[in-house]
């Protein structure tokens, strides 16, 4: 009962926000925007079983990359780009790609084709299912590599991030 | 969801919210008369019995200042700002166990708003929408002064979640649980600052929780000899007020977790359970006030070196050693 | 009326839409912090499929891939935006239509 309500005020939020965040004028508008949407994700994930991603989502997401991006636009002072909405250049070719994508992408979400091999959603859940306990159990044996991968990974854009802020003192 | 957990709920919640407005003017008050005494003077003596007035004699005359919004600010964005802090403050507070189970009319609820099962992480996440309050604030200012203190105070409480988070991690890895409540249940015959290496956790978990704050001394973003007060320059009336209230809302969320976390919660001999937790509480925010009365602060370099280069080294250290010794010892 | 729940094709079309929102920006903004914040809405629209998607086959595997897409993002954003600063310390300008020439 309550998880529909929840469901369409969450995803009324997420797309609401969205359009804000391509269509605003104002850098720090759009990025305020965005983390209504994070945050609107972050709820339907807690709707969806997904405890831990929810949170690491707020954690993550919201809490450490938007305040990123927040500051760069602040120091930076990135001024307006003209109105979405204007036509010039190759704005309507964009709209119109953009719609083939959603149209494609509607038709693999509701045909039936896809769907072959799916059990049907009646089989219950794990008790378990999205908690940090089998995360972690999982993270730690089946996919372990691509773990120590990221990680690695991480390094890399942390030297990296710091090498290319640097000023170069010629 | 039936009526009782409503009703429990909606009770716990007034209680929440009346103790935060209610005990931040005494806190407030205790502040001053405590620096006051630091410092060899007396303190707010003349308004209401030993000064205790003195708090709301000030929020009343805040409530009638004029509220100016600066020209050129982002007027969304600066009505909104000052309730994030607020808003962070409050959510983390409801997952703060303040008593043990208690039994109305044969109904076993317990004293905390709810009991998420993973309740640290959504400590931590709330602590990381904190920083919005005020690099919004300080932006929305328009002002040159407010968007530097903004900026520096966001990006110290951004450094200090890491140690935070890691320290907490060393005690998730000895509970094996997220959820506040079961590590209350867990320290019934000994308290975690008793282990040694959680006794680091704590350390570490205390000053980032002081950093995390802005207070004192890691205070240089909002101090009015450096930045003319940083992000809350240009915030008057009860814009201000709410940024002064949100302050202390998280003094008290730190102190409240690391009483769940280390000092056994609501445990304590013969007194009840919500008494102990008051006790704990109000010794917490007698430090965080002693700090402030000591210490002169910390540059901004020396307290961002701190943060990067000794706090979060030692908590990762802490964090490695924790693992092993419950590794080995089972 | 309790018992209704949400089909999961649900999710999986605000994701549609959400990812085509982002496409949307990618294409059409010309200023590149736009961009980027256009680029994370189609990676948490992913996300949002993801997630679906591993609740749908009742396995934990889909929230793991969101793990990693959640940490390739950040390192993304953490280099990207250096770069952004980069060009903008040398050019005064982030509109990618003035950046489309090699040397400065």
Known sequence: ?170 | MDLTFLIASAVKVLIVLGFVLLGVPLVVWMERKVIGHMQDRIGPQRVGPFGLLQTIADGIKLFFKEDIIPSGADRVVFIIAPALPVITAFLALAVVPFGDTVNVAGHAIPLQVTDVNIAILWILGTTSMGVYGIVLGGWASNSKYPLLGGLRSSAQMISYELAQGISLVSVIVVTGTLSLASIVQQQEHLWFIAYPTLFVSFVIYLLCGIAETNRAPFDLAEAETELVAGFHTEFSSMKFALYFLAEYANMMVVSGIAISVFFGGWRGPFLPPVVWFLIKLSLFLFFYVWLRATFPRLRYDQLMAFGWKVLLPASLLNLVITALWVGLTG | MPGWTVPLEAYQLVAALLFTIGLIGVLVRRSALIIFMSIELMLNAVNLSFVTFSKQHGQMDGQIFVFFVMSVAAAEVAVGLAILVAIFRSRETANVDDVHLLKG
């Open chain 1, 1 to 170: 009962m309550l998880e529909p309500i929840l469901f369409t005020l969450f995803s009324i939020i997420a797309i609401v926000f969205a359009f804000n965040v391509i269509f605003r004028r104002n850098a720090v508008h759009c990025a305020l925007h965005l983390v209504g949407v994070l945050l609107a994700l972050s709820g339907m994930f807690v709707l969806l079983n997904a405890a831990f991603i929810a949170v690491i989502q707020i954690l993550i997401y919201a809490g450490a990359i938007m305040v990123l991006f927040l500051f760069v636009v602040m120091l930076l002072n990135v001024k307006g780009d003209a109105a979405l909405l204007t036509p010039g250049g190759w704005k309507g070719f964009g709209f119109f790609f953009a719609l083939i994508i959603f149209v494609e992408l509607l038709y693999v979400v509701l045909s039936q084709g896809g769907t072959e091999g799916t059990p049907a959603q009646t089989t219950a859940l794990p008790p378990g299912f999205g908690s940090p306990a089998e995360i972690g159990r999982i993270l730690y044996t089946t996919w372990l590599f691509p773990f120590e991968v990221t990680s690695i990974l991480l390094l890399i854009a942390v030297i990296g991030a710091v090498v290319l802020a640097k000023r170069k003192f010629a």
